[in-house]
Structure formats: structure tokens, C-alpha cells
């Protein structure tokens, strides 16, 4: 009879860790079942609130969505802001179910995926709001360009627009923990040069406007240190005593 109870021990303890693990299966699958309709649920909501406050129209315009159309994505950047909330809420269910299942090291390493993607949302909204600025920048050095008469105003219009855009890009890859310190102090460098010559273009093709301005705020004194008005209506004075 003891033989057959030590034979039967390994039976009985696998037994009663199974009857352990099941609860605990059932209750990380049903975790994972709620967090699925809990990030379909947020997906929907965070689609209807960037439509709300028109984000696709500001996509749009950036030329980011048709971006994603010539590279052959099907979505736009509502849907990939969708997918990367939906994916969050994802993993931090699967984080919950495998650390009640006492899985502690696939729970940091879904934590550690799960806190790369909020870095990754931060740096798709940088992307969006930095093109959009940076097209509106474009077309209004472009226009002023030609207000001045400058010839070469679309190219410096596009040299603002790619400018800015190349700054956008850097702060989104910081985002991403990206190293481009290089990048960024040769940035720097080509962007004080444009800026330089942008400004000497702007100089040079608005000094008559300018002039014009100056003229019209400050107007230029005359010897006696009085503004053009004055010395007109003090001759005008002087003109009208001396005819009587």
C-alpha cells in the first residue's frame, strides 16, 4: 500500500497545482478577453475625438496621409494613432493576465514594449503638427517672396518648409530614444545658413518697402529737429505772416 502511494505522490501534486492554475488560466484569459473589447472600445473613441478636433484635416494638409497613400499604406494617421492606443491597451492587459499567472518575465518584457509605445504616439503627433507647420511657414515665406519681387521665392519657400521639417524629424526620432546628435549639430549648421540667407534676400528684396515704412512711422527731422509735418506747417505759418 505504500508502494502505491509513493507511485501515486507525483499524480496527486500535479493534480493539485492544476487545480491551482486553472483558476488562475481562467481569470487571465478573461483578463485578456476584457482588455481585447476595452482596446477596440478606446481605438473607436480616440478615431472620433482627433475627427472632432478635424486632426485629419490637419493631416491632410501636412501632406502626411498622402504620404501614406503613395507608399502604399491603406490607412491614415487617425487609423495609425488608432492602432498604436489600441496595441497599448493591448499589452497592458496581456501585462495584467501573465502576472497573475506568476510570469514575471514576460510581464517586464511586454512593460518594456508597452512604455515604447506612448514615445512612439508622441512622436507621430510631432510628425503632424511640425509638417503642418512647417507647409504653412513654406507658403508664407513664398508669398512674401513674391510680394517683394523675388525670383527665387518658391525656392526659399521651400528651403524654410524643408528646413523646419528636417527639425521636426530630429525631435520626432528623440522621441524614439533615436541617437542623432551628429545630425543634429550639422542641422544646425545648414540651418544658420539658410537662415542667413534668407534674411539677406529678404534685405535685399524688401530695402525700398522698407524705406518706405521707415518714412511712414519715423517721419525725417529737419535742421531745427522737428519732424517733416511740423517744418511744412511752420513754413506754411511763416509764408502766410510775411503776406500780411
Known sequence: MEKVDMALEPLRSF????????????????????????AKAIRLAVAKALKAFNFHVLAERAGIDGFLRQGGIQT???????????WLAILAAMMIAFNSLGLTNVTELIGRVALFIPKVIVAVLVLAFGAYFSSFIGETV?????????????ILGSLARWA???????????????????????????????????????????????????????????????????????QTDEKTDSSK
Open 15 to 38: 493534480l493539485v497545482q492544476l487545480g491551482e492554475f486553472l483558476p488562475r488560466l481562467l481569470i487571465a484569459v478573461l483578463i485578456l478577453l476584457g482588455g481585447w473589447l476595452l
Open 76 to 86: 491614415d494617421t487617425i487609423g495609425i494613432l488608432g492602432a498604436l492606443v489600441y
Open 142 to 154: 513664398t508669398a512674401y517672396g513674391r510680394n517683394v519681387g523675388l525670383q527665387d521665392a518658391e
Open 164 to 234: 523646419i521639417m528636417v527639425f521636426v524629424v530630429l525631435i520626432a526620432l528623440e522621441q524614439v530614444q533615436v541617437e542623432t546628435e551628429l545630425v543634429r549639430l550639422s542641422f544646425l549648421i545648414l540651418l544658420a545658413g539658410v537662415v542667413l540667407a534668407l534674411a539677406l534676400a529678404f534685405g535685399l528684396g524688401g530695402r525700398r518697402r522698407a524705406a518706405e515704412l521707415l518714412d511712414l512711422w519715423w517721419p525725417r527731422q529737419d535742421a531745427d529737429g522737428k519732424g517733416g509735418r511740423s517744418g511744412d506747417k511752420r
